[in-house]
């Protein structure tokens, strides 16, 4: 019996400190994007070299994957993710630089390296200890609590820089990654999941790519979330210096968007084992036309409410809960001896389009809903086509 407690009580642990990873994973994207328009000021740089925080930042995560994904297949989860932990360590020290931008520049993109091993590895490590209909239903756990950490890190955000300015963020940032380190160090299970040799040649991925199926199940995860990442870094801009919301309220617009997806992912997680999953994938196809839909007639309205903005973007939002939760755990089992690889591609691919589609959406922006609405449509487009095929 006592055996059987302690079980129960490392296998709890270990879940609460995949959540933690789950929420810096989630708050290390959003939480300083408020702060967006004062770090304009304060550094006096363009739109186009506020937005590079981010992509810097993705750019980071993406080149880091290619590392991770082969270590960790071959050295375990644990002492890849404590190096990661550290690297943003190190990077969220470097963004309290107050003089140097390009400082600041290092920081974004050392954070990206850094949390790349925890954002990808925290559900590998349920991956690795449960079957896959446990996965689906930890996979819409998850996503839901990384979602509400990303709702409420804009909210907390805003109000961090309100009273103590844009350093704040990377200040709770810093914290919140040394809890984590310290965590995982204590309570993540150390051991090996292969004995092969590693390479961190990029032929180890070409097998990959030889599958159609898994390459078809890639583009279509990666195009559902594009939009997404569009949006959220392009907000700060669009509704706190054009259409006049306050540092207060920005917050709220934005985690609105990310609590719809955490609930329904939760209550979608509590259903998941007992539905139709091929129905479910087919309603969530009717869901992207809706969002188009939505979002093509705040364009041709040409409103300028960041209610009805926000209001537009949420048919979008409801229609990722069902294949982003369902297809994600497929994607990564597909082939169960390269879950490392697939997950660190799958991210890859994420981060680096996300980066690009944000810098051209920064480029052509001239102060209104229309040219990001426009690219998020066609990223939409994307979505609904390849999601047709998998289904």
């Known amino acids: 019996m006592t055996d059987n407690n302690n079980h129960v009580h490392n296998r709890t642990l270990m879940l609460v400190t995949v959540i933690l990873m789950d929420l810096l994973a989630g708050m290390e994207f959003d939480l300083f994007i408020p702060s967006f328009p004062e770090l304009q000021q304060h550094f006096g740089v363009s739109v186009f070299w506020t937005e590079a925080l981010l992509s810097v930042n993705f750019i980071g995560y993406a080149l880091s994957l290619f590392f991770v994904g082969s270590l960790a297949d071959s050295y375990g989860r644990k002492p890849i993710i404590i190096f990661g932990l550290i690297i943003f360590i190190i990077g969220s020290i470097f963004c309290l630089s107050e003089t140097s931008y390009v400082l600041l520049l290092l920081g974004r993109f050392l954070q990206g390296i850094g949390v790349a091993a925890p954002a990808i590895l925290s559900f590998l490590i349920i991956a690795d200890n449960y079957p896959l209909k446990k996965q689906q239903f930890f996979m819409s756990i998850l996503n839901g609590v990384m979602n509400t950490s990303v709702a409420i890190a804009p909210v907390i955000g805003s109000y961090i820089t309100l009273y103590f300015s844009w350093k704040g963020n990377f200040l709770t940032l810093l914290i919140l990654g040394v809890v984590v380190l310290i965590m995982t160090y204590a309570f993540i299970p150390n051991y090996k999941i292969s004995k092969s040799h590693t390479s961190l040649h990029v032929r180890e991925y070409l097998p990959l790519f030889q599958s159609k199926t898994l390459m078809l199940l890639v583009v279509n995860i990666v195009a559902m979330f594009l939009p997404y990442w569009i949006f959220v870094g392009m907000s700060p801009i669009l509704y706190m210096k ?11 617009y934005q985690g609105a968007l990310a609590l719809v997806f955490a609930v329904g992912s939760i209550l979608f997680g509590l259903i998941v084992q007992k539905i139709n999953h091929h129905k479910a994938l087919y309603i969530a196809g009717w869901l992207y036309f809706v969002s188009i839909m ?14 009805w ?9 409801i229609s990722q809960i069902i294949p982003s939760n369902l297809l994600i755990p497929v994607c990564l089992n597909f082939i169960p001896e390269k879950k490392g690889k697939i997950s660190a591609m799958l991210q890859g691919f994420r981060l680096i389009f996300a980066a690009l589609s944000l810098q051209i959406a920064s480029y052509f922006y001239t102060g209104s809903f229309g040219q990001i609405g426009i690219v998020v449509s066609l990223f939409i ?7 047709v095929f998998v289904i």
């Open 309 to 317: 903005i926000t209001l537009a973007f949420i048919p979008f939002i």
């Open 242 to 252: 054009d259409l006049g919301v306050s540092l207060a309220y920005f917050g709220y």
């Open 294 to 307: 939505t979002i093509w007639l705040v364009i041709f309205k040409e409103s300028a409410n960041p209610l």
């Open 381 to 387: 487009i994307v979505a609904l086509i390849t999601h």
